[in-house]
């Protein structure tokens, strides 16, 4: 499960750095990290039940929740990190079917061309997680299945951070 975490990374790496929506390295939040697990015992069992029939979504929620985190933490963290529950928290704002444009509007505060762009760039990250798991040949149903859905899941949540980080002007350069 290791090398499939870690060719998700590459690949959404390299699309993203080729968007220059990232930087070659990528900005360090343990912050945010540690919220991770938390979020995905949240919200696994939504996006399971989602993922069948709306992949991208159940996918593509976790960057957008990636996002989201990494701008609470940026703006009001001694609050956001109190919280007991940030997925639900999020979730629960306008359903689980609506998170994603909560967080477009409400969190990440786009609007017009930035509000649909985005919705463009998260879609192709989640089609691109989709694609290489599909290509696993791994049984439905199987722990190695659920396993290699959350390795989806955490890649793009780190990425759905790591992406905002940079948007609000956090970047990784090398200390000469």
């Known amino acids: ?99 994603d444009e909560y967080i477009r509007e409400d969190v990440l505060l786009l609007r017009g061309v930035d509000f649909t762009s985005l919705e463009k760039l998260v879609g192709e990250c989640a089609s691109r997680v989709n694609n290489i798991l599909r290509h696993q040949l791994i049984e439905p149903g199987t722990k190695e299945a659920f396993n290699a859905y959350v390795s989806c899941l955490h890649q793009l949540y780190l990425f759905g951070a790591a992406m905002q980080l940079s948007r609000m002007g956090y970047h990784m350069t090398k200390m000469g």
């Open 1 to 99: 499960m290791e090398q499939f975490e870690e060719r998700l990374n590459q690949d959404l790496h390299q699309f993203l750095l080729s968007m220059k929506e990232v930087d070659e390295r990528l900005p360090e939040c343990p912050d945010v990290e540690q919220k991770w697990e938390e979020i995905a015992k949240a919200y696994i069992p939504d996006g399971i039940r989602e993922f069948q029939d709306f992949p991208s979504a159940s996918l593509g929620w976790m960057m957008y929740i990636g996002m989201a985190v990494a701008k609470f933490w940026d703006t009001e963290w001694d609050i956001y990190s109190k919280i007991d529950d940030l997925y639900a928290y999020m979730r629960d704002k306008r359903g689980y079917d609506s998170m």
